[in-house]
């Protein structure tokens, strides 16, 4: 069978061919009834793209199995590998779970078995550390390619400060196949670890600061706190640790001055801190009014005018209401109903996970005061871990019901590799969504999103509250005299209460 196929070149073109006034072909009919406006145009498309990425959200897509038996309370992902992840729970239980294969290549239960309250993995990512509140400080060995783990279950005898001395690794802990345990002066609630010495810090009753081959702390930090639940190490001013106390105070220390650098006390317990990765002077914590505050600690207080030169002593007092540039958040993340448990940022810093009471887990963008998408199953409870996987691409919790889950960062991306074609088909998506997101019917459906019955009416008794105090302040202002009526303060000054240094 003999196809024939038109081919005209460029000479047999009408016209001139060459020269100045050269008419070349074209593949585009210039007629302007085949070519509508191209705004009017764009807004379908973008409409259309929406609609279309609501239709392919499918972000849960799996459980780590077999989980744990008790609530999960701690996440950690390795700092060499994006394959490895760490779990522990309130059953003992310690697990090192490799994501590819979805299953857990160590499981380890250190004794006296306990409740574990977190999990990190050291600088180089060769020990996973937990913490306990028996006092232990256990550290699991974990091979270089991930499939091999050295470790031993079971009492480990003469741990750390009872035999040997502080400068040796024998009297540091009792080694055995990788396995080392250290003892605290009282039980732990939480760990972290240095980015590039072998250090790690730990909350108690103190912030204490360990060196791996050391059996006891090598700093102390306290600042007239009884009990601190979490700890966190800059990641870029690595120097720099952050705090979070019952007292409601959330504290910076910086390890080369051996001291704290100043307290911030907030209305509410602030339960989790966590530095932007990429932005070494921002971090966000979590409260529980169900708000995340983002703060620079740049701007935390400070005198001005006449008062800036006057020296300050440790310990100074700073209220609100003292002469002094008032303190505010940067940002006030307000969507959750519940008390924010974790707080993860994204090895991007462009945004982060929270996980809360509510049940819910939501994605933020770092200046975004509402979240861009939450997430949710029916037999998920209350979320104690959230952890952002180390490409960014995932995004993992770690809930009271024993169940570890991995959900996609993007609800409507495809996890398979794409093809350019399909890439630049996403991208451009995406930027039309972007581009339109102000007209009324893309933004309903963009920003669209179901939560249960019970955190839907928590949101409409929020908004009821809200409404009826600025109902009240309007009152108030309407029936004072003239200057006399209250300054109103933003939620982001209100929520702070002092600031200590």
């Known amino acids: 069978m003999k196809v024939k196929v038109l081919s005209r070149s460029d000479a047999s073109w009408h016209g001139t061919t060459d020269g100045a006034g050269a008419v070349r072909r074209t593949g585009r009919n210039p007629a302007a009834h085949l070519h509508p406006p191209s705004r009017p145009l764009e807004a379908v498309r973008a409409l259309n793209a ?21 609530g999960v309370y701690g996440l950690a992902r390795s700092r060499t590998t994006t394959s490895l992840v760490a779990s522990a729970s309130a059953d003992g239980e310690l697990k090192l779970w490799h994501l590819p294969s979805q299953r857990a290549i160590a499981v380890r239960t250190p004794l006296p078995r306990a409740f574990i309250r977190d ?19 256990y550290a ?18 003469g741990v750390g400060g009872v035999q040997g001395g502080t400068d040796t690794l024998a009297g540091a802990a009792a080694a055995v196949g990788g396995e080392m345990s250290y003892l605290a002066s009282a039980p ?11 250090l790690f810090a730990t909350a108690s009753d103190a912030v204490e600061v360990w060196d791996e081959t050391r059996s006891e702390p090598i700093q102390r930090l306290t600042w007239g706190v009884d009990s601190l639940h979490t700890v966190s190490w800059n990641p870029v001013e690595q120097d720099l640790l952050a705090s979070a106390a019952s007292d409601r105070s959330v504290t910076l220390y ?21 530095w932007n990765p990429m932005e070494a002077f921002n971090f966000t914590i979590g409260c529980d009014d169900g708000n995340c505050f983002s703060f620079d600690m740049r701007s935390l207080g400070g005198f001005s005018g006449d008062k800036a030169a006057r020296p300050v002593t440790a310990g100074t007092w700073r209220s609100r209401d003292a002469e002094q540039p008032p303190v505010r958040a940067r940002t006030v993340h307000k969507d959750h109903v519940g008390a924010v448990m974790s707080v993860s940022y994204s090895p991007t810093g462009r945004e982060f996970a929270s996980g809360s009471y509510d049940r819910m887990v939501r994605l933020w963008d770092t200046e975004a005061s509402r979240s861009k998408e939450v997430y949710h199953t029916r037999r998920m409870q209350r979320v104690f871990a959230v952890l952002y996987s180390g490409d960014g691409r995932y995004v993992l919790s770690g809930s009271d019901d024993s169940d570890v889950r991995v959900w996609k960062a993007d609800a409507a991306r495809p996890i398979k590799p794409l093809l350019p074609p399909e890439q630049a088909a996403l991208n451009t998506a995406s930027a039309l969504v972007e581009r ?11 920003k669209k999103r179901h939560v249960p019955k019970p955190v839907k009416a928590a949101q409409q008794l929020r908004a009821v509250m809200a409404a009826s105090e600025e109902r009240k302040y309007r009152n108030v202002k309407a029936n004072s005299g003239k200057g006399k009526a209250p300054k109103r303060k933003s939620i982001r000054e209100k929520s702070i209460v002092a600031t200590l240094e």
């Open 254 to 274: 910086d390890i080369r001055e051996r001291t704290p650098l100043r307290k911030l006390v907030m209305a509410l317990r602030a339960n989790t801190v966590a």
């Open 140 to 157: 699991m060995r974990v091979a270089s390619d991930g499939d091999a783990l050295q470790a031993r279950a079971g009492p480990v005898e």
């Open 50 to 70: 929406a609609k279309v990425g609501r239709m392919l959200a499918r972000p849960f897509l799996f459980s780590l199995e077999p989980g744990h038996v008790d």
């Open 188 to 198: 732990l609630s939480a760990i972290d670890a240095h980015f590039k010495r072998p």
């Open 119 to 137: 999990v990190a993995f050291s600088c180089d990512s060769s020990r996973v550390l937990a913490v306990s509140d028996a006092k232990l400080i």
């Open 436 to 446: 339109y997101s102000a007209l009324p019917d893309v933004r309903r459906i963009a």
